[in-house]
């Protein structure tokens, strides 16, 4: 019933179409941007990124999505007349638990798949840890990073996919679309230049991930919970000069050659990770019914009004 929710409030077409021009528009004028930037002017740019201090850089490129999720939940709230809770899950109330424990499933395979690369190949991996800068990261990290993934899930899991849903009368249309274009926001990111557009194979599959997450559990809290530790983790542990934020991270990749390591470790997540993290969760939380959580009808607002009288 998650996608359902979006019946809870008024869904005229003008509301719809304010809520997400309104919304995404620092996106959508970022992207336009990126598309009409030429190359050199690109590197210019991620030059200058590069140049600047590692923490005022994160600061600078977080603190915009305070106000943008601000935007988001008060346009769903106070124009759709929708509470923050029908946005978030299909139950009577937000499960924290939720969302610590998929926090804590990423945060603990993302240390063991670095452990076991750092062991394997050293070399190309320095240790950067500096304890002032590193706390204040930290600190930052934990502020502001909740308000990055907090817009991305609202937006794509939450806002796009309950209103494609109902749109399209089914699951898998707004599933695969939220997917492709949470990959295209990151297309800018410098990883991109620096590795190639194979690498837009892992932020569509991410995406997936966390479509497949939020249909399958009713809700957006196992989703926010592993966004955000993913996020932190590449945050805090280790960094790199084609890294899309630089952070004083307690690791730094030296050897150039190691965004091709990279590469290999995005897909390896997609196509042996993510389903593992996936059989996981559906044992934790006895998932069934996949084909019809995951591609089946969206009720209609008449049965579903009938069946919450």
């Known amino acids: ?24 528009g620092f996106l959508l004028i970022n992207f336009i941007a990126f598309l009409l930037t030429s190359p050199e002017d690109m590197d210019r740019i991620y030059e200058m990124m590069r140049n600047m201090p590692p ?52 945060v603990s395979i993302t240390l063991l798949m670095f452990g076991i690369s750092y062991y394997m190949s ?8 500096n304890p002032g ?27 796009l996919m309950q209103q494609l849903g109902i749109l399209a009368n089914n699951r898998w249309f707004p599933l695969l679309l939220t997917s492709v274009l949470f ?53 805090l542990l280790i960094t790199s000069d084609w890294s899309a934020i630089q952070t004083d991270a307690l690791f730094r990749y030296v050897d150039e050659s190691a965004s091709s390591e990279v590469v290999q470790e995005m897909l390896l997540s997609v196509a042996i990770i993510f389903p593992v993290i996936l059989f996981v969760l559906a044992k934790k939380y006895s998932w069934t019914n996949w084909k019809q959580r995951l591609t089946g009808k969206v009720l209609s607002k008449e049965t579903f009004s009938a069946t919450h009288e």
């Open 122 to 129: 050293p070399a190309g991996i320095e240790w950067n840890f």
């Open 55 to 106: 923490i005022l850089n994160l600061i600078g490129n977080l603190t915009i999505f305070v106000f943008l999720l601000l935007i988001l939940v008060l346009l769903v709230v106070f124009l759709h007349g929708r509470s923050f809770v029908s946005l978030t899950t299909s139950r009577k109330k937000i499960d924290f638990s939720r969302v610590l424990f998929s926090t804590l499933l990423i």
């Open 183 to 235: 990959g295209l926001m990151h297309s800018a990111n410098p990883e991109v230049a620096e590795m190639g557009y194979i690498t837009m194979v892992y932020y569509i599959g991410f995406g997936l991930l966390m479509g497949v997450m939020t249909l399958m559990d009713e809700g957006l809290e196992l989703a926010l919970g592993f966004h955000l530790g993913n996020n932190l983790m590449a945050a």
């Open 133 to 159: 800068k590193f706390a204040l990261l930290l600190i930052v990290s934990l502020i502001l990073f909740p308000f990055q993934i907090g817009y991305e899930e609202y937006l794509f899991r939450g806002y």
């Open 1 to 24: 019933m998650y996608i359902e929710q979006a019946y809870k409030g008024n869904n005229a077409t003008w509301r719809v179409i304010l809520t997400i021009l309104v919304s995404t």
